[in-house]
């Protein structure tokens, strides 16, 4: 008798609305340079992460679609007690307004 496999979980995505963008924060450097280990009680919030998602955009006055400044794969700085953290299958995301970011990073 064949036993039949259970079907793979799908990943639950994330979509942004209007002026919103889904980022992964990304992780603070856990040994300094002198090779001091940082724990975890003293780490601040990260305040870098990578876009995954971007939402169409706001609408201004006139109806018309104010475009994002940012695309996924974008690399930015963020306020530093903005968003809303979010864990999805077992992943971290945080959801920021628009104008919560404060610059692009450019490597």
């Known amino acids: 008798m064949a036993t039949k496999a259970a079907p793979a979980k799908a990943k639950t995505k994330?979509?942004?609305?209007?002026?919103?963008?889904?980022?992964?924060p990304l992780k603070?450097?856990?040994v300094t340079a002198s090779g001091l280990v940082i724990p975890d009680t003293?780490?601040?919030k990260p305040q870098q992460g990578e876009?995954?998602?971007?939402?169409?955009?706001?609408l201004d006055d006139n109806g018309k679609r104010v475009p994002?400044?940012?695309v996924v794969g974008d690399r930015i700085l963020y306020a530093k007690y903005t968003g809303t953290e979010v864990k999805l299958d077992n992943e971290d995301y945080i959801v920021l307004n628009d104008k919560d970011i404060l610059a692009k990073l450019v490597v």
């Open 28 to 30: 603070q450097e856990e």
């Open 42 to 44: 003293v780490k601040e």
């Open 51 to 58: 876009v995954v998602a971007v939402g169409p955009g706001r």
């Open 14 to 24: 994330l979509v942004p609305l209007a002026d919103r963008i889904v980022i992964t």
């Open 68 to 70: 994002m400044d940012v």
